[in-house]
């Protein structure tokens, strides 16, 4: 079983990569939510949708621009495309996707959205306020040197963008030395998680739900890759059908295509887009993503195998591979899994460098030359053969 906090704590972590956000600015603004909500005395049935809404609040921003934040055309559709995406999750109910929806809308009305005063939900304003806040404290070396400068723009902004009630919840709220303290230290991860309201717990099934909303954001990021994570994953799951691997391998090897390219929400579009030969400092760039996705899966609890087999996709059997540069004894068979489904898929697909897709027949001779030269495992290669014909 994973628990809802770990696991959204996890995928905070790739929207915050996504937008160029410093890491944890989804947690941080979830607990000046949390502490905001308490101040305000919201019922403990509407917590869990808030803390939910708090993390994902930006998820609709990897469809959008990066400059989302600023540009009023791209603000609205993130926050819609967020609110369509958050409905999607097995565990959250509506309302989460509601707050999300309005959570940049200025409570005066002067804002792109049609919605003003109370006719806002008070989620989305707890949520406003709190991003907002995050965000004027993103570049900032010390939070003592800072504060007066936040109480001032909260100040500024009381009846224009924010409610002067959740103004006033706030002020409480940041009056207590502690609300600081954890805010700026370390300790803010440890905070989300042991909230109360992490009370949602799933297994493999539920989480293959999530995988496969996670995957079509990270394929939607480029045009070129539409479809790329699910193909990766539904060739997984046949080829661990092959192997005769049971139930919950299958789900995992599922789960782990759907994921090995989390970490490219990482990777500007400017260059997973480009036409022409990469840089080496953009090939670089680009071969980041696989730390990124390792990274983001370790931080759920029970996904050490998930976050290995999708995060080690681009290791190679002779040792050549990236980012751990583990050689063939230390590369499980689903890990071999995941880089053939990966490699065969990349090649069967249009790229902004190839026009078109390239044949069957080409694509297992470029395959079998990297069997022959020590790159991936012939066993699943032949495998892999066996199950297409």
Known sequence: MFDV??????FSL????????????????????????KELVIPSEDMQDLYIAALLHDIGITQAKADAHIDPNQLVSHCVNGQQIVRSLPFVSSKAGDYIANHHANWDGNSPFQVSGNDISLGAQIIYLSDQIDLKLRNVSSIYTERDHILNFVQASTGSLFNPVVCEAFYAVQSREKFWLDYSTNGIEDAILSNPYNIVNFDLKDFETIATTFAKIIDNKSPFTHYHSQGVAELATKLA??????????????????LHDLGKLAIPNDILNKPDKL???????????AYYTKRILAKIKGFDKIKDWAGNHHEAIDGSGYPEGFSGSKLSIPERIITVCDIYHALVE?????????????????????????KICPDVLQSLKEILR
Do not use: C, W
């Open 241 to 258: 059908k092959h192997y005769g691997f049971d139930d919950d391998t299958v789900r995992m090897l599922n789960i782990s295509g759907l």
């Open 350 to 374: 249009e790229r902004p460098y190839r026009v078109k897709p390239m044949s069957q027949l080409k694509v297992y001779e470029i395959m079998d030359d990297l069997s022959k030269g020590g």
């Open 5 to 10: 906090s770990h696991v959204l704590s996890a």
């Open 279 to 289: 840089t080496p400092v953009e090939y670089q760039i680009v071969k980041s993503h």
């Open 14 to 37: 790739a929207l915050d990569i996504a937008e160029n956000q410093p890491l944890q600015h989804a947690q941080r603004t979830a607990y000046i939510v949390l502490q905001v909500s």
